[in-house]
């Protein structure tokens, strides 16, 4: 059983975030704001509202994290958009990215022509244990969680089995991080504005000034290894192993494609979508594969007519470092095992290869767990418009794909986009 | 801007639920499986759950109320449904009303034709002060509940600006309480299986068993004016006009119209589906209607072809009594400020001239918020197949109506249902 090719095609014609990051003053419905502002700025022939039909909106617990509800009408009312239907989609981390393949069902279906996806997480309210306890939520309360298991946790025995399994070591963890904190560093929405390098000078500086002991970090590398600058959370990942806690929105329109002209002459056309689920982790026979993201790959494949070679720009769900290694090899860029020799290559580089997160990732963009999604798919608006600025990639990508995983695995959503 | 008529046509082959109640021992998960179960038995000519494609599930809040997020692949894992696409859809108390109207535009777009929609709450493992509050997330946590607002407040607001307004009395309340008990007293899966008067005839039977001073109740309205045996919460609502906090999950399987022979002979099929958001309601400008749900009823009736008057039986959210008087007048069964009386006159009982919530209602029934939604198409399910048993209304009806709200009315959602 497979799914369908879509008979009604769909366009991306307008793609905006806001930054992510930690920002104290504002709650989820003003960072909503500020993504879909930037939305509809690069909707290039314009954008009335009214002309929106139904909002999807990803968020995975604004509950938890904000004490708010019922948050779909809130974000519709917050642009304006009220009365159109307004659905929250939750799939852990992967809700945005679910939202936008409902948005794309809800064109193919006729009901709606023109529908505005958007996610948003507002976490940084908390205290770090606190988001810590919500996230595990999307394990499974009954069967994991009382193990001990916190997302870190569950990451990290990912990472081990595919340490031992296929000789990886923590440097092949290490180069996604510099690779992703590289790509990051220019992208002016991102979290952490720096290259490893650039922290690791900054410290290096702190300690000059306060006339601490100044380390002596030879490279990257050296500093990552080091336990005080980049301390353990569960073994084998360090802090720069994990993606951070973050603020954030985002925000795609998604038209119908014969009404694309009305609002870009260079729309970006979404040719394959996949969804699958799976059971959680504690029951997978293997934990170095996610069946659930392979599956939803192979959808959207088959559902654009191409290959993982086709690939030439992609934005992967990389949670925790090991998880951008796991992602390329489902989805078929690298065979099993070979991923993290690809990284340690450099073929993920932003000039390598097979580019991967050029954004700078969850890792260093950062991750408001329901934006994530819809954030992959910004940047590879970006992309494929040549108009990524200093991490744009070379050779005028016209194929790119996004790659979101909720919880474990027990979600995953594939979405592959093409420039014409 | 309307909704247009559905282009392919979708059917139901099958309904089920789970008790509705208090049910300390079962998880949400628990109780999903037994929705599945008898919505799997309803299926006339069987079902092998390897032909399902998708899962929606409506839920309001299984992190507040169980600490458990990132519940749709759970609950897919649970009936043995994964990899399958498993989407969480929230939309406050219209959170599976909506996963319908999802999993109908699903079937229309032709990327699935046989999708699985449920919903599913477990709300009474937390004590009553914490579920008042986990629900008041549903209302603006910024603007509403920092005054003091609680749901039964929200609902307290509309019902005396509604008296004021028309001359509808506490009696007026009381009268769709007392007939929902009536119904509800014939639904062996209702929270409640009895009537006002079984009630009443209990407490005299206990007091006099005890030895304590026996109530001198005439009738019904006396007990339902007495503030020990109906309390007030919040004026002019007592405890008898509001649902209770409810465990319990709902599920009805959709198929592609040309599909359902293949399931049964007796398909209930989906004409019509509106669904429309609001602001909240302190931005409102009449806490006496629900626009929101006025214009999902309208694109509902547009789509099918319908008028009100068309409507032989309905299920309405009746989440606390002045709901159901909104309700009825919103969905134009009667004229504003009229509905009361309609009500009062006995029009909406299982045998008047509109039958509304022979389930019970979210009164009598229960109110597992997220499950809410699918609960009531069960309901009208039986009512249409002419196999509601002993409230089974008469004439045999073969157009029914769903009418579910999130929230205060920032959510509704309405469909309509046709057997042929």
């Known amino acids: ?3 369908r090719k879509i008979g009604r095609g769909v366009a991306i014609v307008g793609a905006g975030m806001s930054h992510f990051g930690a920002f104290p003053d504002l709650a989820s419905r003003d960072l909503f704001v500020r993504a879909f502002s930037a939305m509809r700025a690069s909707v290039e022939k314009g ?11 990803g968020n995975y617990s604004s509950e938890l994290f904000e004490g708010q509800g019922h948050i779909a009408p809130l974000m519709a009312d917050w642009v304006g958009l009220t ?3 307004a ?4 799939d ?3 809700s945005s990215g679910v939202a936008l393949h409902q948005g794309i069902i809800a064109i193919t279906s006729g009901m709606y022509d023109i529908v505005l996806v958007g996610g948003i997480e507002k976490m940084t309210d908390l205290p770090t244990e606190q988001v810590t306890d919500a996230l595990s939520t999307a394990g499974d309360v009954l069967y994991e969680i009382p193990a001990g298991f916190t997302f870190p946790g569950f990451y990290a025995a990912m990472a081990s089995a595919y340490m031992v399994r296929y000789g990886a070591t923590s440097e092949s963890l290490m180069a996604v991080g510099i690779k992703n904190h590289d790509n990051g560093a220019r992208n002016p929405k991102a979290q952490f504005g720096s290259t490893i390098s650039d922290i690791m000078a900054a410290k290096t500086a702190k300690a000059q000034n306060k006339g601490y002991a100044v380390p002596s970090w030879e490279n990257e590398l050296d500093f990552l290894h080091d336990d005080r600058a980049n301390p353990m959370i569960a073994w084998p990942l360090r802090l720069f192993d994990c993606s951070p806690i973050s603020d954030g929105a985002a925000a795609v329109l998604l038209v119908a494609d014969d009404l694309a002209p009305t609002f870009s002459d260079h729309p970006i056309h979404i040719i394959g979508s996949g969804q699958a689920s799976d059971v959680a982790l504690h029951d997978r026979p293997d934990p170095t594969i996610l069946r659930a993201a392979r599956r939803a790959g192979q959808q959207a494949y088959e559902m654009a007519g ?3 070679a086709d690939i030439q720009v992609a934005e992967v769900h990389d949670c925790f470092t090991i998880a951008e290694l796991l992602a390329t090899e489902d989805l078929g860029f690298f065979e099993p095992g ?3 020799v690809a990284a340690e290559q450099g073929l993920t580089r932003r000039h390598g ?3 991967i997160n050029t954004s700078g990732g969850l890792k260093s963009k950062g991750h408001p767990v329901g934006a994530s999604g819809v954030g992959q798919v910004v940047e590879i608006w970006h992309q494929l418009q040549g108009n990524a600025g200093e991490r744009q990639v070379s050779g005028e990508p016209a194929i790119g794909l996004t790659h979101n995983v909720g919880g474990t695995g027990q979600t995953a959503v594939v979405h592959i986009f093409e420039r014409r």
């Open 353 to 355: 290869l097979k580019p």
């Open 87 to 90: 659905i929250r989609i939750e």
């Open 83 to 85: 009365p159109i239907p």
């Open 47 to 57: 954008l009335d509202p009214a002309v929106i039909q139904a909002l999807y909106i």
């Open 306 to 308: 191409l290959t993982p």
């Open 338 to 340: 070979r991923g993290y």
């Open 92 to 94: 852990a981390c992967a």
């Open 1 to 3: 059983m497979t799914q």
